[in-house]
């Protein structure tokens, strides 16, 4: 056991200063012997003018023992051209920073070699990455060495030596280490550093993405990162015109933006109660009748979106298209703006009843939450259009129901939790209550609106973030914290998107998207 084995130890992780130059070069000059040892003191200085934030050191009981140095760049300038170590540090004048850089860029990193063995690497490099994610960076990038493959040049390309250390064949003292350090392969750079015979003058560009970095927001409209979501769960009751319909429609609205809410979701064929002004006899015709108030009601929620300030899911209502009859969800931004999206799925009964025919066409919604995806009611018991959501980038997924058993919403209910799961994302569902007497093919309804989560120690343990009481007219609101997401896509104790076998199974969508 050496003298530093035997010591108490004090570690302290803090900035560099100029008076530490001393313990830095004792340090670079053991870990460089043969190339070229420290740097000059004018050096070691630029970096801590220019970059202060950037220069990180362990310190032991007064001592420096280990250091990170790094300077800020342009991500995509370094990424897309060749360059070499020199590039970088520019002869020791550390010309290459970039102070508006977008990425923090590796210049150095290493431990007295007294101190191996104590994992103070990983505390730099997860200082590092505490420090890309506290200056909003996108990702930190550094040429590494891999010194091992100097024993195998003549035997093996770095590609294939690279494939073997990442295969955990072969263990390269650099290399393994940061990958095992979450940072992955950007490509191989020749004559990164020349004299650096150990790696045969190699370099491997590496990366570390920051999954909260966030693009630069307008002063005003960015998109938010803690979007505050109201689901309502609406009681069927007769109405006699339209307008009484819609006065009980912005009832809700009202309330829900009066909590400072992002987005309102309502419940699927949410103008039913108007059925009961209209032939009984004849479901499908009273269906088709029903359709002739969607452009006013779909005009409706678009202005009530724009004077309260909230993004509007309609729920669904019937549309009569070239002569067949659709069952389709507006999303209606504040924007101003709205779009579409039609049930792909028609059931047994829809279809017998109502004469309702299936769209063909799945949309993603660009909104100030982020992208969201919309599936009426039975399209969320077909895991495969979620999934083709979330690989176009959704976080919320809206869920617009009607069931008139309990049996049936628990279809939905346990479809829309396996979605959330799977696609680890955002899933809220929306259904109505209470019956409609005297209109036919609507019977008694069975509800209890919900937001689900992901199952993972960030959400709650049983993945349910809120859900309203069975049966009975209510609001919901929940906020969602979008960075979660990000955090458990990268970092989760599993990663369905990430692990998916793509060169096994894929889901191909066969019509032409718009």
């Not at 670079?28 to 970059?51: C, H, N, S, T």
């Amino acid at each position: 056991m050496n003298d530093t084995e035997q010591q108490e130890h004090k570690f302290i992780l803090r900035g560099l200063k100029d008076k530490d130059y001393a313990d830095i070069k004792r340090i670079m000059d053991r870990v460089y012997k043969g190339m070229g040892g420290a740097w000059e003191p004018e050096e070691f200085g630029a970096l801590i003018k220019q970059f202060p934030e950037g220069q990180i050191c362990i310190e032991d009981n007064g001592k420096v023992v280990g250091a990170a140095l790094a300077i800020l760049v342009n991500a995509e300038a370094f990424e897309n051209r060749r360059h070499t170590y020199e590039d970088v540090v520019k002869g020791g004048e550390m010309s290459a920073h970039e102070p508006e850089g977008d990425a923090l860029y590796g210049v150095d990193i290493f431990v007295d070699p007294d101190y191996r063995g104590l994992r103070l690497g990983r505390r730099l490099y997860d200082a590092r990455k505490e420090l890309c994610e506290t200056l909003n960076l996108k990702s930190i990038i550094f040429g590494g060495r891999i010194p091992g493959y100097g024993k195998h040049s003549h035997d093996m390309t770095p590609a294939a030596y690279i494939q073997k250390v990442k295969d955990n064949e072969i263990y390269d003292p650099v290399l393994s280490f940061q990958l095992l350090n979450d940072f992955h392969i950007k490509k191989i750079m020749k004559n990164y550093i020349p004299e650096d015979a150990q790696s045969d003058s190699y370099g491997v560009l590496m990366e570390w993405n920051n999954i909260y970095y966030e693009k630069k927001q307008k002063l005003f409209g960015g998109r938010k990162s803690y979007p505050r979501i109201g689901v309502v769960q609406w009681q069927m009751r007769p109405f006699d015109k339209v307008e009484d319909f819609l006065h009980q429609a912005e009832f809700f609205v009202d309330a829900v933006a009066g909590y400072n809410s992002d987005i309102v979701l309502f419940p699927e064929l949410v103008n039913a109660p108007l059925l009961k002004n209209f032939n009984q006899e004849n479901p499908a015709e009273a269906m088709r009748s029903l359709s002739e108030y969607t452009e006013e009601i779909r005009m409706a929620f678009v202005n009530m979106a724009i004077t309260y300030n909230i993004n509007i899911v309609t729920g669904s209502m019937p549309e009569l298209r070239d002569d067949f009859l659709y069952n389709v969800a507006f999303v209606c931004r504040r924007d101003g703006t709205w779009d579409a999206q039609y049930k792909l799925h028609i059931t047994p009964d829809e279809s017998q009843y109502w004469g309702l025919k299936g769209g063909d066409q799945l949309k993603i919604f660009d909104t100030d939450l982020g992208k969201i995806g919309v599936l009426i009611c039975y399209d969320v018991e077909f895991p495969e259009l979620s999934r083709n959501l979330a690989d176009k980038g959704m976080t919320l997924l809206l869920v617009p129901f009607l069931t008139d058993t309990k049996n049936a919403y628990l279809r939905v209910r346990r479809c829309a939790q396996a979605r959330a799961i799977e696609n680890e994302c955002y899933v809220a569902i929306s259904g109505s209550v209470g019956n409609l007497p005297k209109v036919e093919n609507m019977d008694i309804q069975y509800s209890q609106s919900a937001v689900f989560t992901p199952s993972d120690f960030a959400f709650p343990h049983d993945a349910i973030a809120a859900e309203a009481t069975p049966n009975t007219e209510m609001t919901l609101m929940v906020d969602l914290d979008l960075d979660l997401l990000k955090e458990l896509r990268q970092q989760g104790s599993v990663r369905n998107l990430q692990s998916r076998r793509n060169e096994l199974y894929e889901v191909v969508w066969k019509m032409t998207e718009e």
